[in-house]
Structures are given as structure tokens and as C-alpha cells.
């Protein structure tokens, strides 16, 4: 795209518990694994962001006339529910929301076994249906 930086920063996950040694799991399980660790991320930084911060006299005031005070200046959020969320997930991949693609090949069932090593790459490509299709 001409930009000198990737456009999407690369992030790791650490392997998931019982992995066997050959690296071999099911889609289903991986899926998972990173959902749930994404979910504990997230989480994570709702948590950071309920910091005490000091207000202004104008600022509690602004506050009071909207019908809330809030600190932070955002809306609260609610922290989110790992297994819902891999409920979620996996309904999506079913029903071709998103694309695995594990070392350069597409992975298409949930059951299907994945062998992954130190060096392996995940991509999750989001699908996006045009008007028409």
C-alpha cells in the first residue's frame, strides 16, 4: 500500500496449554485459545482505564447538567465474557464471517487438525459481503 510500516502490527499469543509436542491441535481448540486471550486483553484494558482522575468544578458541572460525572470521560464499559465470545467466534467461522489461515493455508473446518511451530503465522481475515452478493 506504499506505507514503509505493516499495516496491521503483528502480535503474539502464547501457545495454548496441552499443546502436544508436535504442535498439533485442533482448529476448534486454537480458535479458542486466542479468543480467550484476546477477551483477558481487553479486559485488561477496560480495567486500566478506571483510573480516579480529578475534576474540574466546570467539568463536574458540564457532567451534572448531561445527567452523569464521569472521570474518564468515556461511557463505562462492561468487561466482556470469554465464553460468550468464543461462542461467537466459532458460530462466525461456520458461517464464513472469517477466513483461518494458518502458515499460508486456509483452514475450513473447526475439526481439522493444525500442526503449529515456533515460527507459525495465524491470519484471521474478516469477510466482507458486498451489497448484491
Do not use: C, W
Request: charged content about 30%; proline content about 5%.
Amino acid at each position: 500500500m506504499g506505507l514503509r510500516k505493516p499495516l496491521l502490527a503483528d502480535f503474539d499469543v502464547p501457545p495454548p496449554d496441552g499443546l502436544r509436542d508436535d504442535g498439533e491441535l485442533l482448529l476448534r481448540h486454537l480458535i479458542e485459545h486466542v479468543v480467550r486471550h484476546q477477551v483477558h486483553l481487553f479486559n485488561q484494558r477496560q480495567e486500566a482505564g478506571r483510573v480516579d482522575r480529578v475534576l474540574s468544578e466546570a467539568a463536574i458541572k458540564k457532567g451534572a447538567k448531561a445527567g452523569k460525572v464521569d472521570p474518564t470521560g468515556r461511557p463505562e464499559r462492561d468487561t466482556a465474557d470469554s465464553k460468550e465470545a468464543v461462542g461467537t467466534a466459532l458460530q462466525a467461522f461456520e458461517d464464513g464471517m472469517y477466513l483461518v489461515i494458518i502458515d499460508e493455508i486456509e483452514r475450513r473446518s473447526l475439526d481439522e487438525h493444525v500442526y503449529l511451530s515456533p515460527s507459525s503465522r495465524m491470519v484471521f481475515l474478516r469477510l466482507t459481503f458486498l451489497a448484491g452478493a
